[in-house]
């Protein structure tokens, strides 16, 4: 299995700050996980400031080097500034969208959604998270996702803006348009990922 399955606060640690969105207070933050904490004070180099934040991106959408290697290199071919467009293609994700409208707390629960076949995409199930979503798409909750009760308390206690480019009505979304670079919150640094793999 490629995906990683152990603990998720391990993971945050490293990066040093909640990947998950689960809005659980990290234990030491500010230190790496291990035995011994860091090992070291040095500055880090210009790779290792370039790796860490490609790792951060990858964990923070949930997938594995490959399919990240493969968003970029489809995103060099397309016009545009590669890191946006990168980001646009993790954004537009079925699981991400679902998260980003709201249906789920985490990106986890979103994908879980998506796999089980709980999500409409124009009133027809989708079962692939990583099913590229289109401008003018509708994305909505299937009746028995709504039933599940963590799903239904999220719903009916969550005070929810998605973003610009989206909307949302009770369990249906829209996308109104591809977002822009400014519509996306994701606390990263596309330019470091390009360098780190123009290497």
Do not use: C
Not at 18 to 47: C, E, I, M, V, W
Not at 139 to 144: F, H, Q, T, Y
């Amino acid at each position: 299995m490629s995906r990683y399955t152990g603990p998720k606060n391990r993971l945050s640690r490293r990066e040093g700050f909640d990947l998950f969105g689960k809005g659980n207070k990290l234990r030491r933050p500010t230190q790496p996980p291990g035995q011994h904490g860091a090992k070291s004070t040095r500055r880090p180099s210009d790779y290792g400031i370039q790796l860490r934040e490609k790792q951060k991106t990858k964990r923070t959408y949930a997938i594995i080097e490959r399919q990240f290697r493969g968003y970029f290199n489809k995103a060099k071919k397309v016009r545009g500034k590669t890191g946006e467009v990168l980001l646009r293609f993790l954004e537009t994700r079925l699981d991400n969208v679902v998260y980003r409208l709201g249906f789920s707390p985490t990106r986890a629960m979103a994908r879980q959604l998506v796999s089980h076949g709980h999500i409409l995409v124009d009133g027809k199930r989708v079962t692939i998270p990583s099913y590229q979503a289109r401008a003018g798409q509708t994305v909505a909750l299937g009746p028995k996702a709504v039933a599940i009760p963590h799903i239904k308390a999220h719903l009916d206690t969550a005070e929810f803006n998605p973003p610009a480019w989206l909307k949302r009505k009770a369990v249906v979304g829209q996308i109104v348009h591809l977002p822009e670079r400014a519509e996306i919150d994701s606390p990263v640094n596309e330019q470091l990922i390009v360098e780190f793999y123009s290497r």
